[in-house]
């Protein structure tokens, strides 16, 4: 089963345009991107040593996910960091995280066919004031969960920069490559799990700034975040009862077996309370029904129109 954080990664990149860089302008995407010293591990070690949750945020039950912002330069030194994303009525979420990300140290550059570069990068930074024992994480847990956020946003970023450069073939690769990792993912982050719900929460900033940076992919993206592989599925089989029970009242009625033509119509009653609940009305699962049964509805329609006529 694909998990819609994730399956949101990949329908962004198809509908992206075009835009250029200058040398000086920092990449979002570079064959060598900068690692930490020590690894993701060390990086959020520092992070969680340095942050602290502002008493008057905690004072008003304020949470929420701020996404820190800045450049790798040539050299490895993180420089121009900013609140990228913040939260709302929580400038003092805003400024804690600016903060304690302002103290990681030297990063190991990015580069580019060995030549280093300046490379943007993210932190999501999540503040909740509920305890951790509560959802049943440990801390170590948490890390975790951080780290896998920042390599899924790290890659939203990543697939963004190719299609903007037009780079089809490198699309396709790091899609490719990504594959294994998301099946992984899928495997730790069960659906409906605690883990998965905070894997979202992280993950959520990000795939905001893509829904905001690229309009004319927010209606898509909903769908998909609504929508999981299994819910089609299940809608597919759902809309194949439909029609099948639709064409055998049909069969019934041409043969004149009104038994079992009333036979049929009260199964597919007793069905019918089910769909009621399982498709809400105005639902995306209810327009994705309807689009598959329409064809059968149609063509029911027309076979009762024919008989009424020859009658």
Known sequence: MKNPLLIIVFGLISVLGISQTTPETPLEFVQEMPTYPGGQDAMFEVIFDHLVYPEYEKSMNIEGTVLIQFIIEKDGTPTNFKVFRGVADGSGLDSAALKACKQLGKFNPGKQDGIPQRVY????????????????????????????AKFICEMIYKLVELQLAGDTIEVDALNKSFEPKMVELQKKYPKGSALEKKLEEFVKPCLEEAKN?????????????????????????????????????????????????????DEFEKQAGTFQKNYPKGGLKEKELEKLVRPCLEEAMKDALRKSLRD
């Open 121 to 148: 990068s993210g932190m999501p930074i999540k503040f909740s004031l509920a305890d951790d024992g509560d959802t049943g994480l440990t801390k170590k847990e948490m890390k975790e969960i951080e780290k896998d």
């Open 213 to 265: 940076r690229f309009p004319m992919v927010q209606s898509q993206v909903q769908e998909d975040e609504k929508l999981t592989g299994r819910e089609i599925k299940r809608i597919k089989k759902d809309a194949k009862y439909m029609c099948d029970m639709i064409l055998k009242i049909m069969d019934a009625e041409r043969s004149g077996d009104e038994i079992k033509s009333k036979s049929l119509s």
